[in-house]
């Protein structure tokens, strides 16, 4: 039976993650998040998603000192960024340098080691060409700090604040999987082809790019932006419903109620509470909103999504909008190699059929 772009088809099946939208449920190998992301790192997440295990102490400094390692390019890589024009867009960038991954040094590990290489270079890779189109000079990585935090000092050259990094690095522990996405799915159908992890992971930066996939929650930020003080919220979610206005960060296409990364997120943004004024800002808005859509559509269940509060933490650490996806793409790296990894193990190439539907150019002479 057709259906168009294979929506409800089974193609997969996964230990990975599962994601449950008419219950509100996102489970990392068979963990609800909920029980996962409060009390764990982002690096242990991803261990946690590679291995199916927790790591133990010995399991996490192993992986940190190979991340670290890996926030040192290859040389050619580095000259391929260099000789990149400042104008080509992050998303091109990220693309173009992780494919040049594929040379026998890199290509002769282990391809669980290659997922920790590419999940270490991503952000340096960003960092290193978003300052350039700013017309800035590279910043070295910093060994003492961790995954993300060392994200964000390679990106602005300054040591976060504590408070910025626990919390991006909430929503990106958050972000690391979820499920069968159109580019977690095209990295499992180039792997299937017994490519390689680089040519894999260039799939999935390409299919990321497209504004249906990793689509950047700017309108949310507008949203905020345009509220600019808890006394306005009433004043302006009123105006934009009484025009038919759509309100930006509210409603899934999956979750048929709250979703749950959202949930999750309030309440590292709640805990936060008169730390920073837009994540304040942000949660006493959601609050209202809620109830003016309760009141104004009450036949529909709208509640907040991932992108509302995800803009919230952007407009916090001043996250220009371009750097939206490819962060977005630093968490999903993690969800992207874990499939590649278990797709190998079990492997059958993707081949589904088509139905032809255009001119019939010939025809029986009998008919």
């Given amino acids: 039976m057709f259906k168009k772009g294979l929506k409800d088809v089974v193609a997969v099946q996964t230990n990975i993650a599962s994601v449950e939208g008419e219950i509100g449920e996102l489970r990392y190998r068979g963990i609800l998040i909920d029980e996962l992301i409060p009390f764990h790192t982002f690096e242990e997440i991803a261990y946690f998603i ?3 295990v927790l790591p133990d102490k010995s399991d996490l400094k192993h992986l940190e000192i190979k991340l670290m390692n890996g926030r040192q390019l290859p040389h050619h890589v580095r000259e391929i960024l260099e000789a990149l024009p400042a104008e080509i867009p992050l998303m091109d960038a990220m693309r173009t340098a992780i494919s040049a991954f594929a040379h026998a040094s890199f290509s002769n590990e282990p391809i669980e080691e290659q997922a920790i290489i590419l999940t270490a270079a991503l952000p340096v890779i960003i960092a290193i060409h978003y300052r350039k189109q700013n017309g800035l000079p590279p910043i070295n990585p910093n060994p003492n700090l961790s995954h993300i935090a060392n994200y964000l000092w390679m990106l602005n050259g300054k040591l976060p604040d504590h408070l910025h990094v626990e919390a991006l ?3 990106l522990k958050l972000t690391m999987e979820h ?6 799915f095209a990295a499992r159908v180039t792997i299937s082809t017994e490519s390689d992890l680089a040519a894999a992971i260039t799939s999935a930066i390409g299919t990321m790019k497209g504004p249906l996939h990793g689509g950047a929650p700017s309108g949310v930020i507008d949203l905020l932006e345009e509220i600019g003080e808890q006394e306005k919220i009433k004043t302006v979610i009123e105006e934009k419903l009484q025009n038919g206005k759509k309100i930006m960060g509210f409603g899934h296409r999956i979750y048929k109620t709250e979703d749950p990364r959202s949930i999750l997120l309030r309440e590292k943004c709640t805990s936060m509470h008169g730390k920073d004024e837009w994540l304040d800002l942000a949660t006493v808005a959601e609050k209202e909103i809620i109830d ?9 269940k709208l ?3 991932v992108e509302y509060y995800a803009a919230a933490i952007m407009r916090s650490i001043e996250m ?8 977005f793409s630093v968490a999903r790296m993690i969800g992207w190699t874990a499939h590649t ?3 190998l193990r079990d492997n059958s190439i993707f081949r589904p059929q088509s139905e032809y539907i255009g001119y019939e150019k010939t025809r029986r002479a009998d008919a």
């Fill in 179 to 184: 499920g069968l996405n159109a580019a977690t």
């Fill in 303 to 305: 509640y907040t999504n």
């Fill in 169 to 171: 690095e909430t929503y």
């Fill in 320 to 327: 220009p909008p371009e750097l939206f996806t490819p962060t």
């Fill in 341 to 343: 990894i278990e797709q």
């Fill in 292 to 300: 003016l859509l309760a009141q104004h559509k009450p036949d529909r």
């Fill in 50 to 52: 590679w291995h199916g």
